[in-house]
C-alpha cells in the first residue's frame, strides 16, 4: 500500500527525491513520515508531515538540507535530500499513520524501502 522510490548511488553533495505512493486506501487524513535504517543500526526518525502538510518536523541531523512534502490529491508523500552526506546512507522507509510522532511504532503503515548511498 505505501511504495518508497528515488533512491540510487550519489556523491557527498548532491541532491535525491524520495517519493511515496499510496495505493489501496486513501492517505489524505494520515498522519505520513520518512524512516531510515542504516546497516547495523536501528531504524532512525527522519522527517514527519501532517495530512494538511501544516508544521513539517525533521530529526536535527537532516534540518535545513532535506525536506518533506505530500500531494494528497496525487497520495503522494516526497523527500527532497540536498546536500547529501555520507551518513545519509541508509534505507529510506515511508511510513503512514495516525499520530503526529517521531516514534515509529506508531506508524501502521510502510513501504518496502529505497537504498540511498552516498559515496564521499
Known amino acids: 500500500q505505501l511504495q518508497a522510490s528515488g533512491g540510487g548511488l550519489v556523491q557527498a553533495g548532491d541532491s535525491l527525491r524520495l517519493s511515496c505512493l499510496a495505493s489501496?486506501?486513501?492517505?489524505?487524513?494520515?498522519?505520513m513520515a520518512w524512516f531510515r535504517q542504516a546497516p547495523g543500526k536501528e531504524r532512525e526518525f527522519v522527517a514527519t508531515i501532517s495530512w494538511s502538510a501544516s508544521s513539517p518536523y525533521y530529526a536535527d541531523s537532516v534540518k535545513g538540507r532535506f525536506t518533506i512534502s505530500r500531494d494528497n490529491a496525487k497520495n503522494t508523500m516526497y523527500l527532497q535530500m540536498n546536500s547529501l552526506k555520507p551518513e545519509d546512507t541508509a534505507v529510506y522507509y515511508c511510513?503512514?499513520?495516525?499520530?503526529?510522532?517521531?516514534?515509529?511504532?506508531?506508524?501502521?503503515?510502510w513501504g518496502q524501502g529505497t537504498q540511498v548511498t552516498v559515496s564521499s
Open positions: 489501496g486506501r486513501t492517505f489524505s487524513r494520515y498522519v
Open positions: 511510513a503512514a499513520g495516525d499520530r503526529f510522532t517521531v516514534q515509529a511504532l506508531n506508524y501502521a503503515y
